[in-house]
């Protein structure tokens, strides 16, 4: 197994943070060098089978999408080209998937989401399009051709399509054929567009990416099913003026601080935090994927607890997770 500093070419580990790591993206060749893909289209094809495998057909140059799990017939006839079937989390399920993770110890554990599979025939894609996450696509058996384009963000247009994020127009910058072993890095939001050269497989290893109102929902039933002691909400000075169906906005502030100061408690923060960032991905499966996230925060100051939080609060150690 190679160290984090060869993955990444000529580049240190501190250099490629500073300089590439959600800024830009980086395509190092010959990254893993020699690299024996650990599982092969057919291996794959036997893991969509599997009703609690999470994968997905694309097929047709209108990419047409499919749910798994797949039977043995759909994969007999499939076209002899222009199609891929993608694998989430094959590092659950296949130790020697799980080992490419050795290579990207220079980044936080616990922010890696998984390693997703894909294989293609020839012309398989699932079109131009950007996520909101940084991804390292390790080229597989095969070849796969990637062109870079726009930065994009919420509003940027797409096209109408079920279940697929297609982009409206694709405008590429940089194009690049991807051989075994081969690597690129993509940064959150910049578009990328994937096509398979004969049959390949690539192995994308993705990352945790939660939207501010995931964290917010998770963190408020977490508090919910904690208990503790409530924070109401408390009037602000009121004049008779105030007593109509309009809110006045002093009533706003008083929420703002009311929610500030529960949201003012590193300790129940970061604990919650932990826990929610090492949340199994299949929590229904982890019997028999042994899947255990860890993360350690570190305990705060009591100059640094905040001035709103809780100390009641129970902890919420539940995930393997430690405190250092």
């Not at 959600?22 to 990254?31: E, I």
């Not at 993770?101 to 894909?118: A, G, N």
Request: charged share 20%; net charge negative.
């Amino acid at each position: 197994m190679t160290s984090s500093d060869q993955v990444l070419g000529n580049l240190s580990a501190e250099e490629f943070l500073a300089d590439y790591w959600q800024k830009k993206p980086l395509l190092v060749r010959n990254a893993i060098a020699n690299f024996e893909p650990p599982i092969d289209g057919d291996e794959l094809a036997g893991l969509a089978l599997e009703p609690e495998v999470e994968s997905r057909l694309v097929v047709g140059s209108d990419w047409k999408l499919e749910q798994g799990p797949f039977t043995e017939n759909r994969f007999a006839t499939l076209p002899s080209s222009h199609w891929s079937l993608l694998v989430q989390a094959v590092d659950l399920w296949v130790p020697e998937v799980a080992q490419i993770l050795e290579y990207f110890r220079f980044l936080p554990p616990w922010r890696i989401d998984d390693i997703m599979v894909s294989y293609a025939e020839d012309g398989g894609s699932v079109g131009p399009h950007f996520d909101f996450y940084d991804v390292f696509l390790i080229q597989g058996a095969g070849q796969r051709r990637w062109q870079l384009g726009q930065l994009c963000d919420a509003n940027t247009p797409l096209q109408e399509h079920s279940g697929l994020k297609i982009l409206s127009d694709f405008q590429a910058t940089d194009e690049w054929l991807l051989n075994t072993g081969d690597m690129l890095y993509i940064p959150p939001k910049i578009a990328h567009h994937g096509v398979a050269v004969g049959d390949c497989t690539t192995f994308s290893v993705g990352f945790r990416a939660p939207t501010a109102v995931e964290m917010l929902d998770d963190l408020a039933t977490e508090l919910l099913s904690k208990g503790g002691n409530p924070c109401h909400l408390m009037d602000p000075p009121l004049t008779p003026a105030m007593a109509s169906a309009q809110i006045p906005t002093a009533y706003i502030g008083q929420v703002r601080s009311l929610l500030q100061n529960l949201l003012d408690d590193d300790q129940m923060l970061g604990e919650w935090f932990a826990q929610y960032m090492t949340q199994p991905k299949y929590p229904e499966h982890v019997d028999t994927t042994g899947e255990l996230r860890v993360a350690s925060i570190n305990q705060p100051s009591e100059t640094n607890r905040g001035h709103g939080g809780n100390a009641a609060l129970p902890s919420y150690f539940e995930n393997g997770l430690k405190v250092d």
